[in-house]
C-alpha cells in the first residue's frame, strides 16, 4: 500500500524522489517524507501530511541537497497520520529508514530498544527498524550488516530502504512479504515498491525475492538470499505504455479507466480467442496438462477480484460441471481447510502482491492442491512469479483505488478459463463456438453501454440525499450486485449492499423506504421472472426502484421507477456488460458529492499487509 522510492546517483536526487512518490500516489496514502545525505555528510528530512505535493511545495521553498536518498509515502497502520509518524524514520541523525509492511513483533522490539536507551518519536512500528539498525552499526560500522542483522529479529511483512549518513555511496534494502524492485541505471541506480515509480529514469528491473537483501550503489547491485548465499537475479525490460499515469482528457483516473474497457477487453482477448474456440496455448505451455489433471478449483480473492471470482463459480459449475469453491483471502489464510484432490487453485489480484492472496497462495502449496493459476494485471509480482501458470488482464496500469477495468478484465480472463475447463468435461463444441462468438462482440457492447453515460448522470442526481442505497441481482448477477454496491460505498461513501433478490423478504425488504434507492440489474435469463417478483415487493412499499435492463425484460417507467436498457447480450456475457453502469453510476455520484474519486479516504490501492 506504501511506497517507496530510492536513488544513488551522480546528480541531485531530490527531484527523483519526488517525481517517483508522485507516481505512487494511485496506491493510497496518507503523508509523504524524504531524507537526503547532503554534500556535508549529514541526513535531512522533511515530511509533510496529506498530498505529495504538500512536499514538493516544501522542497520548492527550501532545497535539498544531495545525491542519495530515500523517500516514502505512509497509509497509516500504527498511528494515525501525522509528521511524526511520516516516513523516513530516522535514529540518532545518521540512520534514515522507509519501510512498508507491518512488523508483528514490534511491540516486545520497542521495549528492549528503549532499554538501551532509545527515545522513540512515533506511534509506529517501523520506528523500531531504524532504531535496531542504528543499534547494530554501533557493533559492525557497516550499514549492510546492521541491516543484515536487523530483518533477521523482525516478524511480519517488511520491504525496508536505508541509508548512513557516514555511508553517503549506498542504500540497503531488503524484502519479506512486501514487494521491492530495484532499477538499473548508467552510473546510477534505485529501489522502489512499484517499477512504475521508476519509469522516467529507467526500464530495467531486478525483482526481489523473498528474504532477499541488496547493497545498490552508483555502479554495483549486490544481493544476498534468505540463506545469506549471495545470489545474482535475472534483470528485466519492462515496457510502460506512455500514458498509463496521465489522465488525458479525462477529468478523473477512475473515469478514464471506465471509458477504456473497451479496448483493454480487445487487447486481454486478442490472440485468446479464435473464431470458434479459446486458444489454450494462451495459458502458457504447461496448461494442457495442468488443465487435463484438474476435475475441481479453488478461486482465491480479496474486494472486488472476490466477486469476480464469485461470478466464475457460477459459470464453472454450470458450463463445465464440476466443483468451483470461493474464498476470501484473508480466511481461507486462517481456517483448515481440506483441498479437493486434482484442483487447481486460482488466485485473483490486480497487482499481484495482495497481501492475504499471496500469502494463500503459499499455504494452498502445502496444503495439497495439484496445481496453481493466478490471473494478475503485473507481469512481474510475486503472484506471477509464484503460480505454476500465469494469465495476465491486458489492462494497463490501473490508477484509480476502485477497481474498473481490471474488474471486467478478470471476468474476461475467468470465462476463458472456464471454456477450456468446461471442453474438458460438460461443454460441448457447439456451446464453446457461441459463447467465443458472442466474446468477439463484448468490446462494442461494452463501448454501447459507455453512451449511456449522459443518462446515468443525471440519474445519480437522485443519490445526493440518500443515506443508504440496496444493490439487487439473482444468479451471476449477485456478485455484480454486490460490486456496484462496493463501487459506490469506495468512491461516495454512501453506505450500500448488494443482496441476492430474493433474500428481500428474509431481512432487507425491513429497510426499504421512499428515500432508499434499490438498483437492480435484470438481463434477459432464466431468473428474469423471479427477480420481477422480487422487484414488486420493492414497489409495494414504496421503494424508489431503478432498474438496468434488457430490452425485452419488460419493465417500464413509471413514478418511482426508472428504466435503463441495456443492449441485447448474451446471458453469459451480461455480467460483464451490466457492472458497467454500475461503475458509471458510482463515479457520477461520487463527482457530485465532491469526494476524492481516484484516492477515496482510507482506502489503498494495493494492499500489501494483512
Not at 277 to 297: I, M, N, R, Y
Not at 500 to 525: C, Q, S, Y
Amino acid at each position: 500500500m506504501c511506497g517507496i522510492i530510492g536513488a544513488v546517483a551522480d546528480r541531485q536526487v531530490s527531484a527523483i524522489l519526488l517525481a517517483g512518490l508522485q507516481r505512487l500516489e494511485y496506491r493510497g496514502y496518507d503523508s509523504a517524507g524524504l531524507a537526503v545525505v547532503t554534500p556535508e555528510g549529514g541526513i535531512e528530512r522533511r515530511r509533510q501530511v496529506g498530498k505529495v505535493k504538500a512536499l514538493c511545495d516544501d522542497l520548492a521553498a527550501h532545497p535539498i541537497s544531495g545525491q542519495i536518498g530515500i523517500a516514502h509515502t505512509r497509509w497509516a497502520t500504527h498511528g494515525v497520520p501525522s509528521e511524526n509518524n511520516a516516513h523516513p524514520h530516522t535514529s540518532n541523525s545518521r540512520i534514515a529508514l522507509a519501510h512498508n509492511g507491518i512488523i508483528e513483533n514490534y511491540e516486545a522490539l520497542r521495549e528492549e530498544l528503549i532499554g538501551l536507551g532509545y527515545e522513540f518519536t512515533s506511534q509506529t512500528d517501523s520506528e523500531v527498524i531504524v532504531h535496531l539498525v542504528d543499534h547494530y552499526y554501533d557493533a559492525s560500522g557497516s550499514l549492510l550488516e546492521a541491516v543484515r542483522t536487523t530483518v533477521k529479529r523482525l516478524e511480519g511483512a517488511y520491504a525496508i530502504g536505508a541509508i548512513a549518513a557516514d555511508e553517503p555511496d549506498r542504500i540497503v534494502a531488503a524484502r519479506m512479504g512486501s514487494p521491492l524492485v530495484i532499477g538499473k541505471g548508467i552510473g546510477e541506480n534505485f529501489i522502489a515498491s512499484d517499477a512504475l515509480a521508476l519509469r522516467p529514469v529507467t526500464d530495467r528491473f531486478v525483482f526481489l525475492e523473498e528474504g532477499d537483501l541488496v547493497e545498490v550503489t552508483r555502479g554495483e547491485i549486490s544481493i544476498w538470499n534468505v540463506s545469506d548465499e549471495s545470489v545474482i537475479r535475472s534483470t528485466v525490460k519492462v515496457e510502460l505504455g506512455h500514458d498509463d499515469v496521465d489522465k488525458g482528457n479525462y477529468r478523473h483516473f477512475m473515469q478514464k479507466e471506465i471509458h477504456q474497457q473497451p479496448s483493454v477487453l480487445h487487447d486481454t482477448l486478442d490472440g485468446r480467442i479464435g473464431k470458434t474456440q479459446v486458444l489454450e496455448p494462451a495459458f502458457g505451455v504447461a496448461a494442457k496438462d495442468v488443465f487435463d489433471a484438474t476435475s475441481s478449483v479453488t478461486i482465491v480473492a480479496c474486494g472486488t477480484s472476490f466477486y469476480a471470482a464469485s461470478v466464475a463459480r457460477y459459470w464453472i459449475e454450470e458450463l463445465a460441471g464440476i466443483p468451483c469453491q470461493v474464498e476470501i483471502a484473508s480466511e481461507f489464510r486462517y481456517r483448515k481447510v481440506a483441498a479437493l484432490p486434482d484442483s487447481l487453485f486460482v488466485t485473483i489480484s490486480q497487482s499481484g502482491e495482495t497481501a492475504d492472496t499471496l500469502a494463500a497462495l503459499r499455504a494452498a502449496k502445502k496444503m495439497g492442491y495439484a496445481h496453481s493459476l493466478t490471473i494478475c494485471n503485473v507481469a512481474t509480482s510475486s503472484l506471477v512469479r509464484e503460480s505454476d501458470l500465469a494469465l495476465m488482464l491486458q489492462a494497463g496500469t490501473e490508477v484509480g483505488v476502485a477497481s474498473t477495468k481490471a474488474f471486467t478484465t478478470q471476468l474476461a480472463d475467468l470465462l476463458l478459463l472456464t471454456l477450456l475447463l468446461g471442453r474438458r468435461h460438460a461443454l460441448t463444441a457447439e456451446q464453446e463456438q457461441e459463447i467465443v462468438a458472442a466474446l468477439h462482440t463484448l468490446p462494442d457492447l461494452v463501448e454501447s453501454v459507455l453512451g449511456l453515460d449522459g443518462e446515468i448522470h443525471q440519474l445519480a442526481e437522485q443519490f445526493l440525499e440518500c443515506p443508504d442505497a440496496l444493490f439487487l441481482g439473482r444468479g451471476p448477477m449477485f456478485p455484480i450486485a454486490m460490486e456496484g454496491a462496493l463501487k459506490l460505498k469506495e468512491v461516495s461513501y454512501i453506505h450500500a449492499e448488494g443482496y441476492p433478490a430474493g433474500e428481500l423478504k428474509h431481512g432487507p425488504l425491513a429497510l426499504v423506504d421512499e428515500d432508499m434507492p434499490v438498483i437492480a440489474v435484470a438481463p434477459n435469463d432464466e431468473l428474469l421472472e423471479k427477480l420481477s417478483s422480487n422487484l414488486q415487493e420493492v414497489r409495494a412499499r414504496g421503494g424508489k426502484l431503478i432498474v438496468f435492463a434488457h430490452p425485452h425484460a419488460g419493465f417500464r417507467e413509471e413514478p418511482g421507477v426508472t428504466v435503463i436498457h441495456l443492449p441485447d447480450v448474451h446471458r453469459i456475457l451480461a455480467p460483464i456488460v451490466y457492472v458497467v453502469p454500475l461503475q458509471l453510476l458510482a463515479y457520477h455520484v461520487a463527482v457530485l458529492k465532491g469526494t476524492d474519486v481516484d484516492q477515496p479516504r482510507n482506502l489503498a490501492k494495493s494492499v500489501t499487509v494483512e
